[in-house]
């Protein structure tokens, strides 16, 4: 008899609208391997190009080498100095900017009212919206000259770690912002029902419950600093040798990344010590996604 | 008598703490304003018709103009490209995967792209677009680099969009017949919209605010980009050019000032469509 | 074996066990559903009716570490057999759920959408389909001057009867409905069960409900789940006054659940 075929084993237009799914899923999943691709490529970029360079000077000698002189007719290729500006630049940056960033954080999220406490994230993002040029630019007119007043050019760490203070800031604010208001409300209360202040709350019992997100904030904070290009290059004066002081001027990897690889000529030994100041910085990031990856993970168990 | 006098401490050290932290976020506050006050107020005299179209007869101030174009030209390109990759991704990640191996290995190197320096992916730009796939310095290998920095914005801005989109939309429309494929771009895009365009927004900030990945990529000629092949030089890369240079500080604040301006607007069009993203469980989809 | 004409069960579930992972939450289900009747599916709450009814259109395949065993068959053919096509099982098998669920449309692209995915453009007859669909879920008097106003704008009674509209705009043969009514207020569900009363001289429609009464009143055979097991199952009358099983006349005398 006519028999209904609920489900026909060869239905045509079944097994295309199947065969269209199938073909859709795939290319989807290229798009979502797409990320993965470009890690690799990049990570095999930065190695390969720089690879001349590690071999012909070494990788511990231009890590420690003190002298970065790569046009000279006796080239050198010491990466200490821009190692150490990096750092320096990075540390004064995290010693202003994580107090600030932090206490704006519990701020908005403990102290503000409801009014006031979405202005604050508002204001984390225009700050994190705000180009590096434009900081590097503030930086120049206003943050030199102010320098300046201490003494020598103005152009050095000091105005590179205050600029990058200033850019570190919405990174701080937000993570650590969402890492407090993340904490029950159960320990906020526990803590007050047993007559503690609520200062005290905030302080013994909020802040070490957003521990991990906190920290999160700071890693993430220097990964931004360390990376940092154009703001650096307009106000830290460039010169490539260890920084003896806040008011010296210095040179990051970044920054010497940016001023050379203009002009060099590919291929060249002096290219590929640019790609291992890269590799130096990549190798840093690296870490810091890492430390990042394990401080939520850890948090969050 | 102890306990008073404890008591009365722990108010001052509450009061102290206060003050402190109340000080510290004014500073934010104050660096915000301070920064945008002060290059609005420098910018005003600049902003004139001859900061836009340049001098006539003066090779070396062309106006903002041509920049201001290779910017919009850059941010729709890079867009063109990195907004359906990025969103299709995403959409593999979340509606067609579930959490596993293959989802953290993803997610790790999406974050790896977000942490990323900029001057890296300028160097991945200059070996890997301009002398492997020999796009040179151009517009092309200006927006391809451009679509690597936004992809990671986009994946995870669209990811949080389809997190957001009810399970119950999915289910009736599975429940009807409909397959993944036609639920997803039907129902679940539609109503994930409004997030996915707050995504766009960062994303937009970011191509424009953009210099250190450009450098190298896209390049600094100060004319209209025509081809695809031509270099070209955005309005970031213009007022580092003109700081740096010290070439002119009044053309550098008014160019600023354009770029505080993008930056303001793009981020109240975000918190906008953000809201509208949470407001009344979706929106209506049009015809 | 497909789909034979003399078979008077519309669904048929033999042997079936449902697992959450480790939780075993159906137990050896035997059920049959006469063609064109109601059955109710009445039990306290967690003990698998949804689940149930989740296996008939495999909307638990959606939900990860989900392991089905038996058979469940739909209108004579095995709907857990791989050359079994889901997409065709769920139009074929329809569901309303519990919450209300329009689609952010219009109410006219709400009942459009299950046309529409199965490949009709033509708009007069997405139209016509339209127009009957709200006429058999009884809304049509109600909305046809704001087909185009959106779905979640209106009340929740008439979201409820446009998600029905929107199930039988792909014209299903079974229909699956999770507590319809237990998210409205008393008018609108006195409306939908009318509609059931209506509905089930065209569709076999199996009904979960809390409410007693609402079994009593609109199904012709109930089925009691405790545990994950069917205690009882028969015609709505016999279970109501004359239960075989204890624990069947302890749950609808009120004793718990
Ligand atoms: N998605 C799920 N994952 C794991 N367990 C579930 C899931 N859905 C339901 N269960 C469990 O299966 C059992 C039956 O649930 P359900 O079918 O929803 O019951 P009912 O609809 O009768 O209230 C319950 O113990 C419930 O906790
Ligand atoms: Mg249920």
């Not at chain 2, 005003?44 to 903002?64: C, E, H, K, S, Y």
């Not at chain 2, 103009?65 to 359906?84: C, E, G, S």
């Not at chain 2, 669209?158 to 771009?185: F, H, I, M």
């Not at chain 3, 009957?132 to 009340?155: H, N, Q, T, V, Y």
Request: proline fraction near 5%; charged fraction near 20%; glycine fraction near 10%.
């Amino acid at each position: 008899m006519a028999s209904l075929t609920l489900f026909p084993k060869a239905g045509n237009k079944a097994s295309a609208e199947k065969r269209t799914e199938r073909i859709i899923k795939g290319g989807l999943m290229l798009c979502a391997l797409l990320s993965v691709l470009v890690v690799l490529l990049i990570t095999v970029m930065v190695f390969k190009e720089a690879w001349p360079a590690i071999k012909q000077q070494g990788l511990l000698n231009m890590i420690t080498g003190t002298s970065w002189k790569p046009t000279a007719a006796k080239p050198r290729f010491g990466l200490l100095p821009m190692i150490a500006g990096s750092f320096a630049v990075t540390a004064l940056a995290l010693l202003i900017g994580v107090p600030v960033g932090l206490a704006t954080a519990i701020y908005g999220a403990e102290l503000a009212t409801v009014r006031v406490a979405p202005l604050v994230g508002r204001m984390a993002g225009i700050l994190a919206g705000i180009p590096s040029v434009v900081y590097g630019f503030f930086g120049l007119m206003v943050i030199v000259p102010a320098v300046r007043l201490l003494g020598g050019t103005g152009m050095g760490v000091l105005s590179a770690g205050v600029v990058l203070a200033m850019m570190i800031l919405p990174t701080v604010i937000s993570v650590s912002e969402a890492a407090i208001r993340a904490v029950p409300g159960e320990y906020r209360e526990a803590s007050l029902a047993m007559g503690a202040t609520k200062w005290q709350t905030i302080w013994h019992v909020v802040i070490p419950a957003a521990k991990s997100g906190i920290m999160a904030s700071v890693v993430l904070a220097i990964g931004r600093a360390v990376g940092e290009t154009m703001a650096v290059i307009l106000v830290a004066g460039n010169i490539p040798v260890i920084p003896k002081g806040l008011l010296s001027a210095t040179r990051t990897l970044t920054v010497n990344i940016a001023l050379e690889m203009g002009y060099v000529r590919p291929g060249s030994l002096h290219y590929s010590a640019l790609f291992a100041a890269a590799a130096v910085l990549f190798a840093f990031i690296m870490l810091i996604n890492l430390s990042v990856r394990m401080i939520t993970r850890g948090g969050s168990r | 008598m102890m306990k008073s006098v404890k008591k009365h401490d722990r108010k001052r050290d509450e009061r102290f703490a206060f003050a402190v932290i109340k000080a510290l976020s004014l500073t934010t506050a104050l660096v915000l304003l301070l920064i945008i006050g002060y290059i609005t107020w420098n910018a005003i005299p600049a902003l004139n018709w001859q900061f836009v179209a340049g001098t006539p007869g003066d090779p070396l101030n062309t106006g903002i103009w041509p920049m201001a174009v290779n910017t919009l030209l850059l941010v729709v390109l890079t867009l063109a490209i990195a907004l359906p990759l990025g969103i299709l991704a995403a959409v593999y990640l979340k509606e067609y995967v579930r959490e596993g191996p293959f989802v953290s290995v993803v997610r790790s190197a999406t974050e790896n792209l977000a942490g990323m320096p900029s001057i890296i992916f300028g160097l991945f730009g200059l070996v890997f677009f301009g002398k492997m796939l020999g796009l040179g310095w151009s517009l092309a290998n200006g927006t391809l680099t451009a679509s690597i920095i936004i992809l990671p914005t986009i994946m995870r801005t669209t990811e949080e969009a389809l997190k957001s989109v009810p399970q119950s939309y999915r289910e009736g429309s599975l429940a009807l017949g409909a397959t993944r494929w036609q639920t997803v771009k039907k129902v679940v895009l539609v109503s994930a919209f409004p997030g996915i365009m707050s995504g766009l927004m960062l994303a937009i900030g970011r191509v424009v605010g953009e210099t250190a990945a450009l450098m190298f990529t896209l390049g600094s000629s100060d004319r209209v980009a025509t081809s695809l092949m031509d270099s070209g030089r955005t309005l970031a890369m213009h007022l580092y050019m003109l700081a740096h240079e010290g070439l002119s500080v009044e053309g550098a604040f008014a160019t600023a000032f354009v770029l505080v301006v993008v930056v303001l607007a793009v981020n109240v069009t975000a918190e906008m469509l953000a809201n509208r993203a949470l407001g009344r469980g979706g929106r209506q989809i049009g015809r | 074996m497909a789909g034979e004409t003399g078979s008077r069960s519309m669904v048929r579930a033999e042997g079936l066990n449902l697992y959450y992972d480790k939780l075993h939450a159906l137990k050896d289900v035997d059920m049959e559903v006469p063609k064109n009747s109601v059955l109710s599916l009445i039990g306290p709450s967690g003990c698998g009716k949804s689940t149930f009814l989740r296996t008939i259109n495999r909307m638990n395949d959606l939900i990860p570490g989900v392991r089905v065993q038996g058979k469940v068959e739909v209108d004579g053919s095995d709907i857990y057999d791989p050359s079994c096509d889901v997409i065709d099982l769920r139009r074929k098998v329809g569901m309303v759920f519990q919450k209300p669920n329009p689609f952010p449309m219009s109410v006219y692209d709400n009942v459009a959408y299950g046309p529409r995915v199965h490949g009709i453009k033509d708009r007069a007859e997405l139209d016509s389909i339209v127009e009957k669909s709200l006429k058999d879920a009884a809304l049509w008097d109600e909305i046809k001057d704001r087909l185009k106003k959106p779905a979640l704008g209106i009340s929740g009674g008439q979201q409820q009867r446009l998600c029905i509209a929107r199930t039988l705009a792909v014209e299903p043969d079974v229909i699956l409905m999770d507590e319809p009514t237990s998210a409205l207020d008393p008018i609108s569900t006195g409306k939908i069960e009318e509609l059931i009363d209506e509905l089930k001289k065209r569709y076999t429609i199996i009904i979960v409900t809390h409410n007693m009464q609402q079994a009593g009143r609109i199904s012709d055979r109930t089925a009691f789940f405790l545990l994950g097991q069917v205690i009882e199952e028969g015609p709505t009358y016999d279970i109501f006054h004359r239960p075989a099983d204890k624990r069947t006349e302890d749950y609808i005398t009120g004793r718990f659940g």
